[in-house]
């Protein structure tokens, strides 16, 4: 519902950043730590559907979705409500030492997603990192192993444990020292860079080999691997998705050498891809799901899901103070409601939509290099050569920045690649209007080459 103030559509009024705008980023660089990375000068003042407003008035057609996590677009009237009236019942009460209603019930839903071959159960935590926290501590405890295996290029977070996972960007852990033992990482299936020239359906073949005759011959016994864990969808990788064989060799693996499969769905969970988690259109039953972003539509919340027989851990073994917060819970519950009750839908007929109309960028722009994802989870890879596939972060950067000055928000993705993860609230006219900003930006790119 749009007010007689609000606006469904960009309109920027001035050069950015306006002058209230500046005002906050000179504050912001007096008390906030440098380690945060803002690519272009978006200060937000209110938003609303896939609207972000400035405080300067401007409005901005929001396609980052505060990094795919605002799945319902910005305080949709549902979740405000939901979470207003909890607020104003049970805050906090630390599900560690005292029972809620909430927290099984926001499990049972979670477990409704999954499965039906198998009885899942839930923890809950207050962020992404968290839940792979979690993951790695339940996987080493069910099957008394240490060792991880991880993909180049993924994104499990950044805290210790997580870190050690991570494989996207040195700066990440550069200085950080030491970082978990047995981590090994291979290498994730990329057709647009595929050596071998197969395609999106088809890539990864040889990695799978690669794991199963060189890392688990070599390197790990099988029997010493406590989980492989794998983003469906590389996020912060480039918005990359392993090929549905692909998953479908990982678990074959796991389920050959007990290792647990865990599904890092952080990002690209909830309904995003069209489906409630991306591993929905590989077919596959993972051991453990991990969930946190779009699940609570800016309230911090995370979860892992593990099947029964996995999480049998002692009382004590693993906790949380904030872990399942009231407020975080209903929060969570009324985005799925929204998110089953249509939202999941439209996801997959506006990345049909949007997909239909940009798939042909490649032969239209000189820069644009790839095209891919599912759903609302849209990667454009930008080079500056087709034909050597040169990377170009320059060029990528450059085309962001047009379109936050010309009221698209888009984040980066990768090296050189843009992702376009708008709430899954989006219509036409605002995909088109979306679409329309990126190629005059594109263009505008184009013209430094
Ligand atoms: C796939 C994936 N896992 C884990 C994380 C970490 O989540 P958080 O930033 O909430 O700790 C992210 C964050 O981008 C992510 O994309």
């Given at each position: 519902m749009i007010t007689a103030t609000e606006t469904k559509l960009p309109r920027i009024n001035m050069p950015l950043p306006g002058p209230k705008a500046k005002e906050v980023i000179e504050y912001d660089k007096k008390?906030?730590?440098?380690s945060l990375f803002r690519e272009y000068p978006l200060v937000a003042h209110r938003g609303y559907g896939a609207i972000i407003e400035d405080p300067d008035g401007n409005t901005f057609l929001d396609f980052a979705a505060g990094i795919a996590v605002c799945s319902t677009g910005h305080c949709h009237p549902h979740v405000v409500q939901a979470i207003q009236k909890q607020a104003a019942e049970l805050i906090h009460i630390a599900g560690t030492d005292f029972y809620h209603r909430h927290m099984p019930q926001l499990a049972e839903r979670l477990v409704a997603t999954m499965p039906k071959s198998h009885h899942y159960k839930v923890f809950f935590g207050n962020s992404g990192t968290e839940a792979v926290e979690g993951a790695i501590k339940l996987a080493r405890y069910a099957t008394r192993r240490d060792k991880l295996i991880a993909f180049y290029g993924c994104f499990h977070g950044r805290t210790l444990g997580s870190l050690s996972l991570t494989a996207s960007k040195n700066t990440q852990r550069k200085y950080f020292g030491t970082l978990l033992g047995g981590v090994e990482h291979i290498p994730f299936p990329y057709a647009y860079r595929c050596a071998l020239g197969h395609t999106k359906e088809t890539c990864g073949g040889e990695i799978i080999e690669l794991l199963e005759e060189q890392i688990l011959k070599r390197l790990f016994a099988p029997e010493e691997v406590a989980a492989i864990i794998v983003e469906p969808i590389q996020g912060e990788g480039g918005f990359i998705p392993a090929p549905a064989f692909f998953l479908q060799e990982l678990q074959r693996i796991c389920n050959k050498h007990g290792i647990m499969l865990i599904l890092d769905e952080v990002q690209s969970g909830v309904g995003r891809t069209g489906k409630m988690w991306a591993y929905d259109h590989a077919g596959i039953t993972p051991d453990i799901v991990l969930t946190a972003k779009g699940i609570g539509s800016g309230m911090p919340i995370s979860a892992f899901i593990a099947k029964e027989s996995v999480m049998q851990w002692k009382p004590g073994s693993h906790g949380t103070t904030y872990g399942g917060n009231p407020v975080c819970i209903a929060s969570a519950m009324a985005t799925l409601d929204l998110i089953e009750g249509g939202l999941m839908a439209n996801a997959q007929k506006m990345g049909e939509y949007i997909f239909g109309k940009i798939n042909d960028w490649p032969s239209r722009f000189k820069i644009v290099g790839d095209v891919r994802g599912k759903g609302l989870m849209i990667g454009v890879e930008i080079v500056r050569d087709q034909r050597t596939k040169e990377k170009a972060p320059d060029l990528r950067d450059k085309v962001i920045v047009g379109a936050f000055h010309r009221g698209l928000l888009t984040l980066e993705s990768g090296e050189n690649s843009i992702r376009i993860s708008p709430p899954l609230i989006i219509d036409e006219e605002q995909a088109d209007c979306a679409i329309r900003i990126m190629e005059e930006s594109i263009r505008e790119a184009e013209k430094s080459l």
């Open positions: 008390f906030i730590s440098p």
